[in-house]
């Protein structure tokens, strides 16, 4: 059940950004993709995903090949509601424009990276989110010209 649940959220979230990436600005060059899409993408590809496992688990469940749920322990918990905490922060800067792009992301999501990698030196996380942060930027600013920020 609490797989059909995590399906439903993801199909929920993946409608939402989708609904809300279409109040983007539009682009004043023809040729030029909006800021709406990449989240257009990744809504699309969240709502796939989550068609998919939704399938292959009730597929499962049918064969009798579902796997029970693991128990969920305090730590556990503990890092769920850490891990959205932050991106919650990261939303609110996002949405009122604190701080700069570059920075926040850096900031917010080395933690969220080292929380979920089996990694024990946070350092890697930094310097992983550190490139690919860079990376999304020049690709989206500089080759798509999309301000992000």
């Not at 030029?32 to 809504?43: D, G, H, L, R």
């Amino acid at each position: 059940m609490a797989e059909l649940i995590v399906n439903a959220l993801g199909m929920v979230i993946s409608i939402f950004l989708f609904v809300f990436s279409r109040s983007f600005a539009a682009p004043t060059k023809p040729g030029v993709p909006s800021a709406a899409f990449f989240p257009t993408i990744i809504a699309v590809v969240l709502f796939c995903l989550s068609i998919y496992n939704t399938t292959k688990y009730l597929i499962a469940k049918k064969k009798g090949l579902a796997e029970e749920p693991q128990a969920i322990n305090r730590f556990k918990m503990v890092q769920f509601f850490f891990l959205v905490l932050l991106l919650v922060i990261y939303t609110v800067a996002w949405n009122y424009k604190i701080g700069h792009f570059i920075i926040n992301t850096i900031i917010i999501f080395s933690p969220v990276c080292w929380l979920l990698s089996d990694e024990t030196e946070w350092w890697k996380s930094v310097l992983f989110i550190t490139g690919l942060t860079i990376f999304i930027y020049l690709l989206f600013v500089i080759g798509l010209k999309v301000r992000i920020w």
